[in-house]
């Protein structure tokens, strides 16, 4: 009798202790985010404002839920302020005092787990007097396993010449995309140069690592933003650790 209650205890043991390692490996696991729209909406007889941003529900860390959630609104509202600063100079001119202005963003969603949050903002201004309307891009890249911005510098190792590699990989594949157009490899030579201006805009997709150029950047104006997607298993061995792991 006394075995057989020794040998149920250490059973029971066992099992807290195997339930417990199982509870800690899930809570060490990424899980996706639920993501959902905020708008801004403003529209008069001078300007006409239509934003869509993304804000998260189902993170564990409420609090650092809170500071994403935050940090993506404090910047759509920054942007709508610059716009409604511009319209005003723009109005100033006293043949354009009747037009309307614009101001449109929306987003692409990279990956969107409880360990990287990663956004494309699209943007396009028009003002009275331009010839076609501003269409440019900013990214919203964030680690929250430490709650900061993910830079290239903080993604890969500081001694791996991953600029030289990106420029590589990035000028191949433009020219492929480019391959109708006479004078895409001068575009392309300039706008893939390996310093880190020409690859600050990037996104952490599922597929791998998104460059993304502005237009005019490597292309005529009317190719619009141009992309490039690198596998991350080309580009693994050159990821600080934190990153090689979840990427």
């Not at 511009?86 to 987003?107: C, D, G, H, M, R």
């Not at 990989?169 to 140069?193: H, S, V």
């Not at 005019?216 to 690198?230: C, L």
């Amino acid at each position: 009798m006394k075995k057989e209650y020794i040998f149920g205890a250490v059973l029971l043991l066992l099992l807290l202790i195997a339930s417990y390692f199982a509870f800690f490996k899930q809570s060490t696991l990424s899980y996706p985010l639920q993501v959902k729209d905020a708008t801004i909406k403003e529209s008069n007889e001078k300007y006409s404002i239509d934003v869509i941003y993304p804000q998260v529900e189902n993170l564990t860390n409420k609090t650092e839920q809170s500071k994403l959630n935050q940090s993506v609104q404090d910047r759509m509202n920054s942007l709508v302020a610059e716009f409604k600063q511009n319209q005003v100079s723009s109005v100033e001119i006293p043949e354009f005092e009747n037009a309307k202005s614009e101001l449109k963003i929306t987003y692409t969603s990279g990956l969107a787990n409880s360990k990287i949050f990663s956004t494309q903002f699209q943007i396009l201004e028009n003002f009275p007097g331009m010839a076609h309307p501003n269409n440019y891009n900013e990214v919203f890249n964030y680690n929250l396993q430490n709650a900061s911005l993910i830079s290239l510098s903080t993604l890969f190792k500081p001694d791996s010449n991953y600029l030289q590699t990106l420029a590589e990989q990035a000028r191949k594949d433009l020219l492929e995309q480019e391959k109708e157009n006479p004078d895409a490899a001068d575009f392309i030579n300039e706008g893939t140069g390996p310093t880190a201006d020409n690859f600050d805009l990037f996104l952490l997709d599922k597929d791998g690592l998104v460059l993304i150029f502005n237009p005019a950047a490597v292309a005529p104006d009317y190719f619009g933003t141009m992309k490039v997607t690198i596998p991350y298993g080309q580009i693994r061995n050159l990821f600080n650790p934190e990153f090689s792991s979840i990427l």
